[in-house]
């Protein structure tokens, strides 16, 4: 039985991948990695891993002794708290990745993930309909530890022939787990609010438009990118990949066709800064060729599916 493994199992993404990973393979093959437990109790089901990503002699020791088809390497902080921490930002975002990239290196993994992000871009990138070769130049150590990161992963695939796959994830949305800290964040409390009629203050303004994506559709994308050849993956830095863009004030219109009541503010904080410097669409015709990628969910239908989930959710706790 091949065995996969997810460090950062706990975080936003990481849940919503391994019950997915969960779905295909079953949850014996998946093993799940984090520095906490996760309080979803369908992930462990699966081997849990108590393991700090830093810690490099840690992180060998279990690549070493599970022999892992795959990792799933999603540790890390994430760019509005990363710039409060931004060096130990920078250390779990770098030493957790050359530790995966070096088992890598010593045949104990076969292929590796790593997310990159929308974060690498910045000021002198093209605002709209960003070319997979754009000028990478991110404003925050989030996005500086991304742009590192995708040239380390070319570089282990050039000097060392390591099969490692990337993804530039616009902001994520779903249901199934809270932010992580992240500039897109608004865009999952603020359904979570409309669901529980209550007034939502968002800290961008309303007119920031940026790439966003419904979570199913990243996993999807993360789950085919893997399955994909060898041979297709062309881009081994990491793959621009888009979905949908819209603005705050877009989002508000779309869930009032549903609640019509809903209260939408804007106090714009420090995130806001962060966003204006990230383009507002994406150009990913190189995955679209590569390996296949199409999203599936637009605006409406993501809230459609984002508020139903929230409403259940409501009515489920209420006395």
């Given at each position: 039985?091949?065995?996969?493994?997810?460090?950062g199992a706990a975080g936003q993404l990481g849940?919503?991948?391994?019950?997915?990973?969960?779905?295909?393979?079953?949850?014996?093959?998946?093993?799940?990695?984090?520095?906490?437990?996760?309080?979803?109790?369908?992930?462990?089901?699966?081997?849990?891993?108590?393991?700090?990503?830093?810690?490099?002699?840690?992180?060998?020791?279990?690549?070493?002794?599970?022999?892992?088809?795959e990792v799933y390497h999603l540790a890390a902080?994430?760019?509005?708290?990363?710039?409060?921490?931004?060096?130990?930002?920078?250390?779990?975002?770098?030493?957790?990745?050359?530790?995966?990239?070096?088992?890598?290196?010593?045949?104990?993994?076969?292929?590796?993930?790593?997310?990159?992000?929308?974060?690498?871009?910045?000021?002198?990138?093209?605002?709209?309909?960003?070319?997979?070769?754009?000028?990478?130049?991110?404003?925050?150590?989030?996005?500086?530890?991304?742009?590192?990161?995708?040239?380390?992963?070319?570089?282990?695939?050039?000097?060392?022939?390591?099969?490692?796959?990337?993804?530039?994830?616009?902001?994520?949305?779903?249901?199934?787990?809270?932010?992580?800290?992240?500039?897109?964040?608004?865009?999952?409390?603020?359904?979570?609010?409309?669901?529980?009629?209550?007034?939502?203050?968002?800290?961008?303004?309303?007119?920031?438009?940026?790439?966003?994506?419904?979570?199913?559709?990243?996993?999807?994308?993360?789950?085919?990118?893997?399955?994909?050849?060898?041979?297709?993956?062309?881009?081994?830095?990491?793959?621009?990949?888009?979905?949908?863009?819209?603005?705050?004030?877009?989002?508000?219109?779309?869930?009032?066709?549903?609640?019509?009541?809903?209260?939408?503010?804007?106090?714009?904080?420090?995130?806001?800064?962060?966003?204006?410097?990230?383009?507002?669409?994406?150009?990913?015709?190189?995955?679209?060729?590569?390996?296949?990628?199409?999203?599936?969910?637009?605006?409406?239908?993501?809230?459609?599916?984002?508020?139903?989930?929230?409403?259940?959710?409501?009515?489920?706790?209420?006395?």
């Open positions: 039985m091949s065995k996969k493994l997810v460090i849940i919503e991948l391994v019950l997915a990973l969960q779905s295909q393979h079953g949850v014996d093959s998946i093993h799940i990695a984090d520095i906490r437990v996760p309080e979803n109790e369908q992930l462990l089901k699966s081997t849990f891993l108590h393991l700090d990503a830093t810690d490099e002699g840690a992180m060998h020791k279990v690549f070493e002794e599970g022999q892992y088809e902080m994430l760019s509005a708290t990363g710039e409060k921490r931004p060096l130990a930002a920078w250390d779990l975002n770098m030493q957790s990745l050359l530790n995966v990239l070096e088992a890598a290196k010593e045949g104990w993994i076969e292929r590796v993930f790593w997310p990159s992000s929308i974060a690498v871009f910045g000021p002198s990138t093209p605002k709209t309909n960003v070319p997979q070769d754009a000028v990478l130049d991110p404003t925050t150590v989030y996005g500086i530890s991304k742009q590192a990161g995708e040239y380390w992963c070319r570089y282990y695939h050039e000097k060392y022939g390591i099969d490692v796959r990337s993804l530039r994830y616009p902001g994520l949305i779903g249901h199934r787990s809270v932010p992580g800290g992240g500039t897109t964040d608004y865009a999952v409390e603020i359904y979570e609010y409309a669901a529980l009629r209550k007034p939502y203050t968002c800290f961008l303004k309303a007119d920031q438009a940026l790439p966003m994506m419904y979570m199913d559709d990243a996993v999807r994308a993360t789950m085919e990118l893997m399955a994909a050849p060898k041979e297709n993956i062309r881009i081994r830095t990491s793959y621009n990949l888009h979905a949908m863009s819209f603005t705050p004030a877009e989002v508000g219109e779309s869930i009032r066709q549903l609640i019509p009541e809903f209260d939408l503010n804007y106090d714009p904080d420090h995130r806001q800064a962060i966003a204006t410097t990230w383009p507002e669409s994406i150009d990913d015709h190189a995955a679209s060729a590569d390996w296949g990628w199409k999203p599936e969910l637009n605006l409406d239908a993501m809230t459609k599916v984002m508020l139903e989930a929230y409403q259940s959710r409501v009515i489920h706790i209420a006395p």
